[in-house]
């Protein structure tokens, strides 16, 4: 009984001195806790840059883990590679009242090769935790320390990090040993959020506090463009073995040119002599470029091999030559040695690549902007744009992975800042004629016509490379809604000059009208159906954003079967305000028993305010409810 | 020890010896392989294998004993561009404490056709690169140069292992198509291994023999170390038996991937080399496994397996509160499972060894399966209920159809209480007694007890999971609908609802719903039982529904389950090799009361039908039925009674599908009440 009473104190002394812990997480303030899967308690980052060949960065992240989802919110991991050795990493895991209950070392963090998709080989390593929480509430402290000898790439200190993550408090710091070593730091979108900024010789540094989690939203725009964040660079910097200036994107480009790009570019007598060969008798450049991208998609194949300098620097024109592959330097490089080698002028050109737009900012020069290569060939009117890494994408098309957005373009005299095509919404166009005629079991049989241009080129073309089994199936998911569909032919063209391309596909479809009874219901609109409303959102935060527009039109034309006639037909909205248009008729042509369906549907690309977004869903809504109308036909 | 397989040596020798090998060499490529276009058996196929080689063999050196060398040579044509990925090779090597696998002698070509001339290109030593995938393997990874479409490539090099008890699986069958291929497994007579064989493929091994030489030398030492010189050297030889299987395939078809499958490598033609036994000359047997009795009793006997029931001493002082209460077996065993499933945590790791120790799990609350499951079956036992492990094998680990150790990969518990057998898996917070975790759920799982008796036991649950709808309808004359739903689900159903949805929000849930159900918006929400395993989960809600229905003139169109309607097939497909396997028994009911707007009557409707499928596998109801001049009543009922379905059935199962969505689709029709009755055309075409 003693012995129950007394370890029952030492129970409770323990949970009185644990409670006292700054890490318990049983109160947390209301505010930080609404829509957090977790919320970062603390986060510390101290970046020292103590001379241009010699910086260490300390982090400190204490996360409170609310539920489930919040656990791949942890991110304790730190990269490594030959030149960032990771000097110090721990984890230490507490329970609800800040009590410790498990440590966790360097030599128990798990240490795994970090290849990407799509690479041979890369020396960069990665170091993560791994831990089963066994209740939640639980709080992660993670800390590590780096240490490189590069200062070409100082991480971007970000007041967000993740949907569904709130932010406590957040430090960032930079020490500097000398004022030579100051860097330049670049403040965005902090407006929103309370942060402080102090600055002493030798130090700048910036804590906020209280940032409220954001729920994810469909449409949201690139989080670049309103994240909260410091940019740092250096004016002088080292990377690897180079020492460089980068003041402003003219010496960002000459470095680049003249150092890391310098002498990259020799090829063999033969290689030389064979595309001289190919090109004999061409005057024009354009001409002669358009030979030698397509020598180059025909010949390469894209493989990414990164080791020490490899992340900035290509494998020589003469290696990509010799094994035919490469990734996006090597094979930009390679292309532009063999341009050179017959006399045309191209440029290698930094680009950040994806599926959304991101600038190149005008006023901040640095390295680390860019994910991708391109060239840049130039003529009077401008430059012509090829992508090395695609076999198939046409001389002068980036398509949506690079479009429209600032890239740098490495030039002798060095770098300078230009906009890659638009391609607006009506550039990006569909058209889909058909003509199918209607039995009276309601089986259809017809053909469909569809030609596309702009993005709706990129997204359409490479079909044509499919096998054709692989092609049946792409349209049995594109007309989903058409059960029991057959293909019974397809023919496709691809022009790569106008860049227009042709799918011609004959088909036929059981059951496509239901039937019930005497009537038959047809959805007149077969072949080009939008049925998608975009995901409702109860209280919209953030603005939205339709990063590119389209313009489809459509005309089918529909044999209606003998002996029944029209019962009803579908009465449509033509609709046109500022987020598009659309409009859908339909004719009947009693002497031909023919029906005429046209249809129209422009969607434009734009930035919104949030409130805007049901009015959006709204117009969607609408679209999708002409798009599923039917006619009524009685059996006579 | 293998009757069968003696019997067919002689016959077999003669092939064995002679048979293909001679046939394609290393880098004799024909003009009409690099001028091929398409595969011809398979037109999609972007890359095919021409010829394959593997040669498993065991070599002896005297300073490490038996090694097993694995010569690779494949000779590989690339179609199109898709083909590309298959110019870059991986290798996996194992690096254990003392002893690593390394890879060797590798040799490879690509060939092209330029201008009508075959040019070949050389992989240079430089071109390969080694990685560490972890603490346990390395990579060596290395990618074809000038590779194009329409190039062959060909390499080839050694493995060699210093393991010489463990023989790696043989895959037979690509993602791609293999025109030809030789296997050739060569085993000294001093190991005996058990193959499985696994996959969809016709296999017919032949067997033979060969003889094999150990030289070695023995080192004699003169006594009385004055002389420098005293020792003499003798060489040594001694003859051995090797047992030679080989495997010779033209045309293995691609792999391909289907719906509805519990794991496509499952399916996969593959052998596995199981140890049972190694003896050496001069040397006792080493016993590894040769029958089921032997598979338990080597479990059983681990550390980590049969003592793991037996510590008790952690939870001795728990137990006794945990059952105070209970009244029978039954309430016991409910109090023991919700102990461990609610103090432990699974950490994501299958096995049936403890990773932990029960012990040290229990202290740390987190554990593999074995930690959690063996723990239970025994607080079980102290608690005075019959309980033993059953093994399993999980759904993307195969089916294990011979003894086998390493066939499975899971345990979970079996109760025996009131007579009645009941399964436990304690390493989700969701499941109760009978229902397992969903990847468990593979055919039959072995029930082993201590005393060595084993007994099958079926996984696959008996009762339907099910989703049934209650559902109040009001339609106005704009189509529009608003009401009532009331959604219970059961078994793998309310598993899989609360394992997805107990952790989010209302609101985060609610929105994904309303997304999932195409512009049904919920205006009052509740659930009943989310976090009570025993009980069904029940939503209430309370929705609207614009433009539910076609109106057009006097006359309004629906089908009268809505969006509720069956609309795609899930079979799409012509044909199907592989069964369907739908996980569990389940059924889906929709029970509907329409009411419909003021003014309008009800002129036709669809007619009521029952479709069965053959063998009682499934059936479907639909039966609309007006019950006043302005409602109807509406119920359809699918259900499916069997979780596999062989390949043989395919047809009939797409089809018992398309009538479901013709049905469903079919529709009501109702027409504004006029005085004078007419009904001319409202065709109003512009």
Redesign the interface.
């Given at each position: 009984m003693r012995l129950y009473l007394s370890l029952l104190l030492i129970g409770s002394c323990l949970y009185l001195q644990a409670q006292t812990s700054e890490y318990q997480s049983l109160l947390l303030k209301a505010d930080l806790a609404e829509?957090a899967h977790s919320i970062v308690r603390l986060e510390e980052r101290i970046v020292n840059i103590n001379a241009l060949d010699e910086m260490t960065i300390e982090e400190k992240r204490v996360i409170t883990v609310k539920?489930?989802?919040g656990n791949e919110q942890v991110m304790a991991y730190a990269g490594y590679d030959n030149s960032t050795k990771i000097k110090h990493i721990q984890a230490i895991i507490y329970d609800a009242y800040g009590k410790e209950i498990?440590k966790v070392k360097e030599k128990d963090f798990?240490?795994?090769?970090a290849?990407p998709g799509g690479t041979?080989?890369s020396d960069n390593r990665v170091k993560y935790l791994r831990y089963?929480?066994?209740?939640y509430p639980y709080t992660i402290e993670f800390t590590y320390e780096l240490a490189t000898k590069n200062t070409a790439f100082i991480p971007t200190w970000t007041f967000f990090h993740l949907f569904h993550q709130s932010i406590e408090k957040s430090h960032f710091k930079i020490n500097y040993a000398s004022p030579e070593l100051k860097p330049i730091l670049k403040e965005l979108n902090l407006e929103g959020i309370e942060v402080e900024r102090t600055e002493n010789p030798g130090s700048i540094a910036f804590t906020a506090t209280g940032i409220k989690a954001i729920k994810e939203e469909p449409f949201t725009p690139p989080t670049l463009e309103w994240m909260p964040m410091v940019q740092v660079r250096m004016e002088s910097f080292q990377y690897e073995d180079y020492l460089g200036q980068m003041r402003d994107w003219k010496e960002v480009g000459a470095w680049m040119y003249n150092t890391i790009l310098q002498g990259r570019d020799q090829l063999s007598d033969a290689t030389l002599t064979q595309v001289r060969t190919l090109t004999k008798g061409k005057n024009d450049p354009v001409e002669k470029a358009k030979i030698i991208y397509d020598f180059v998609q025909?010949?390469t194949?894209y493989?990414s091999?990164q080791v020490g300098i490899g992340g900035i620097q290509p494998i020589s024109a003469s290696e990509v030559d010799?094994?035919?592959?490469g990734d996006c330097k090597g094979l930009s490089n390679y292309t532009m040695a063999l341009l050179a080698a017959v006399g045309v002028p191209a440029y290698y050109t930094h680009v950040e690549a994806g599926p959304e737009k991101i600038d190149f900012m005008e006023d901040f020069a640095d390295l680390k902007q860019g994910n991708h290569v391109i060239l840049a060939i130039p003529d009077e009117s401008g430059y012509h744009w090829i992508d090395c890494t695609s076999?198939?994408h046409p001389f002068g098309f980036l398509g949506d992975f690079t479009d429209d957005r600032t890239v740098l373009v490495m030039k002798p005299e060095g770098g300078e800042l230009t906009r890659t095509p638009v391609y607006r919404n009506e550039d990006n166009y569909q058209n889909t004629e058909a003509d199918y005629t209607l039995d009276s079991q309601g089986n259809i049989i017809g053909n469909v016509e569809i030609t596309t241009r702009g993005i709706q080129y990129d997204n359409h073309f490479t079909l044509e490379?499919e096998?054709?089994?692989?092609q049946q199936k792409y349209y049995?998911k594109y007309w989903?809604?058409i059960?029991?569909l057959s293909v019974t032919d397809i023919v496709m063209s691809n022009d790569k000059e106008t860049i227009v391309f042709k799918e011609k596909v004959t088909l036929k479809a059981e059951?496509y009208a239901?039937?019930?009874?005497q009537?038959l219901?047809l959805n007149p609109n077969a072949f080009n159906r939008n049925t998608n409303?975009p995901?409702?959102?109860?209280n919209r935060k953030l603005p939205f954003q339709i990063s590119r527009g389209y313009l489809d039109e459509d005309v089918f034309s529909i044999q209606l079967p003998p002996g029944f006639?029209?019962?009803?037909?579908?009465?449509f909205e033509s609709i046109r305000n500022e987020f598009g248009e659309y409009e859908a008729?339909?004719?009947?042509d009693k002497t031909k028993h023919q029906l005429q369906y046209r249809r129209k549907l422009l969607v434009k690309e734009g930035s919104y305010e949030p409130a805007k977004y049901n009015t959006y869903r709204e117009f969607r809504?609408k679209v999708?409810?002409n798009d599923s109308?039917?006619?009524?036909l009685k059996k006579i | 020890m293998r009757p069968r397989q003696q019997f067919f040596l002689t016959l077999a020798m003669l092939c064995a010896a002679f048979g293909y090998a001679q046939d394609i060499k290393f880098g004799k490529i024909t003009s009409e392989e690099l001028e091929e276009k398409i595969y011809p058996n398979d037109s999609t196929a972007p890359a095919a294998v021409l010829y394959r080689d593997l040669d498993v063999r065991y070599h002896y050196n005297e300073a490490t004993g038996f090694q097993v060398i694995t010569a690779v040579h494949e000779r590989i044509k690339i179609y199109d561009q898709e083909g590309f990925d298959y110019a870059t090779i991986a290798q996996r090597l194992y690096q254990g404490k003392s002893k690593e696998e390394s890879l060797s002698k590798l040799k490879g070509y690509t060939y092209n056709l330029v201008n009508g001339e075959v040019e070949k290109t050389k992989l240079k030593g430089s071109d390969t690169f080694s990685r560490d995938v972890n603490k346990y393997y390395k990579e060596e990874t290395f990618t074809m140069p000038q590779v194009k479409e329409g190039s062959v490539i060909e390499y080839q090099y050694n493995v060699i292992s210093p393991y010489s008890y463990s023989l790696d699986d043989i895959v037979l069958q690509y993602d791609i198509p293999i025109r030809e291929q030789h296997i050739k497994i060569a085993i000294p007579e001093y190991y005996s291994f058990k193959t499985k064989m696994k996959g969809y493929l016709g296999i017919n091994p032949s067997y033979g023999k060969e003889s094999g030489k150990i030289n070695f030398t023995t080192t004699t030492t003169t006594r009385g170390g004055m002389n420098p010189g005293g020792s003499t050297m003798r060489n040594n030889s001694v003859d051995y038996f090797i047992n030679t299987t080989t495997f010779s395939m033209k045309e293995v078809p691609a792999l391909e991937e289907e719906p509805f499958v519990n794991d496509m490598d499952n399916y996969r033609s593959v052998i596995s080399y199981e140890l049972q036994q190694v003896r050496f000359p001069g040397s006792a047997m080493e016993d590894f496994s040769t029958s089921w009795e032997k598979v338990v009793k080597t479990i059983y006997d681990s550390d980590n397996f049969g003592r793991q029931m037996k510590i008790d001493r952690y939870y001795k002082d728990v137990l006794p509160g945990l059952i105070a209460d209970a009244s029978s077996e039954k309430e016991k065993m409910a109090a023991v499972f919700k102990h461990v499933q609610e103090h432990m945590t699974w950490n994501s790791y299958n096995g049936y060894f403890t990773d932990k120790g029960v012990k040290e799990a229990y202290e740390e609350k987190s554990g593999n399966i074995a930690d959690i499951n063996l723990m239970l079956i025994s607080m079980l036992r102290s608690a005075g209920i019959e309980a033993n492990p059953v093994l399993v094998s999980t759904r993307d680990n195969g089916i294990p159809l011979f003894p086998t150790v390493d066939g499975f990969n899971y345990v979970i518990a079996a109760a025996e209480v009131d007579g009645a057998r009941i399964l436990l898996d304690a390493a989700n917070s969701y499941t109760k007694p009978n229902l397992i975790r969903t990847p468990a759920l593979n055919w039959d799982g072995k029930l082993v007890k201590e005393d060595g008796t084993i007994l099958s036991v079926s996984l696959f649950p008996t009762r339907p999971s099910a989703d049934i709808y209650n559902i109040n309808v009001e339609m106005d004359a704009g189509g529009d609908i608003s009401g009532k739903m009331r959604i219970v689900h059961t078994e793998y159903r309310a598993y899989g609802f609360r394992n997805s949805n107990n952790s989010l929000s209302e609101e985060e849930y609610l929105e994904d719903f309303e997304n999932e159900q195409e512009g049904l918006e919920v205006v009052e929400y509740d659930v009943k039982n989310s976090k009570a395993v025993g009980k069904p989960v029940m939503e209430n809600l309370e929705f609207i529904m614009e433009n539910q229905a076609n109106v057009a003139g006097d006359k309004i169109y629906f089908a009268p389950l809505f969006y509720h309607a069956l609309t795609t097939n899930p079979f799409k497909r012509e044909e199907r090799n592989y069964p369907i396997d739908f996980n569990y028994p389940w059924q889906e009911k929709y029970m509907l009361n329409i009411s419909i707007p003021e003014g309008f009557e009800i002129s036709s409707y669809p007619e009521s039908v029952k479709y069965a499928l053959p063998n009682d596998t499934g059936s479907f109801i639909y039966r609309v039925g007006k019950i006043s001049d302005n409602h109807l009543q509406v119920v359809a009922d699918i259900k499916i009674n069997r979780v596999v379905i062989p390949s043989m059935e395919y047809a009939v199962i797409k089809k018992f599908f398309k009538n479901i969505i013709e049905k469903e689709a079919e529709q009501v029709v109702l027409t504004k009440i006029t005085s004078d009755e007419h009904t001319g055309s409202a065709a109003g075409g512009r």
């Open positions: 829509n539920n489930k989802h498990e798990m240490d795994v090769s290849v041979l080989y089963t929480p066994t209740q025909r010949n194949r493989i091999v010799r094994l035919k592959y076999q198939v490379n096998a054709y089994d692989e049995k989903s809604y059960n029991n059951n239901n039937q019930s009874g009537l219901f409303v995901d409702r959102v109860r006639e029209i019962e009803a037909m579908p009465e008729q339909i004719e009947y809504k999708a409810r109308a039917h006619l009524v | -």
